[in-house]
Nanobody, 119 residues
């Protein structure tokens, strides 16, 4: 399974960015799709995730500002980030939990995309 993420970049505080991640490969089903982030000197943390039935979870720090969505037909997940703050600066990683055609539950990480929010 390959994950191709895009959409990071530099934005001023208060601005918006849209991250997208597409999964491809031997996938029977994708159970959970999500985004994590890791800021310099900090541990990787969950930003948002969405299940196959559309249930979502968000970190408290991004609630009301970020929205996660997915297209099950295209195996893609999108993170719309609004009202960005300098503390949102981090490398953002796409993450998926999949079931392959051997019915194994596996997890995969994308390569990471840098989001920089200037004050």
């Amino acid at each position: 399974v390959q994950l191709q993420a895009s959409g990071g970049g530099l934005v001023q505080a208060g601005g918006s960015l849209r991250l997208s991640c597409a999964a491809s490969g031997s996938i029977f089903g994708i159970n959970v799709m999500g985004w994590y982030r890791q800021a310099p000197g900090k541990q990787r943390e969950l930003v948002a995730r969405i299940t196959s039935d559309g249930s979502t979870n968000y970190a408290d720090s991004v609630k009301g500002r970020f929205t996660i969505s997915r297209d099950n037909a295209k195996n893609t997940v999108v993170l719309q980030m609004n009202s960005l703050k300098p503390e949102d600066t981090a490398v953002y990683y796409c993450h998926v939990l999949v079931t392959d055609y051997r019915l194994r539950q596996l997890e995969y990480w994308g390569q990471g995309t840098l989001v920089t929010v200037s004050s």
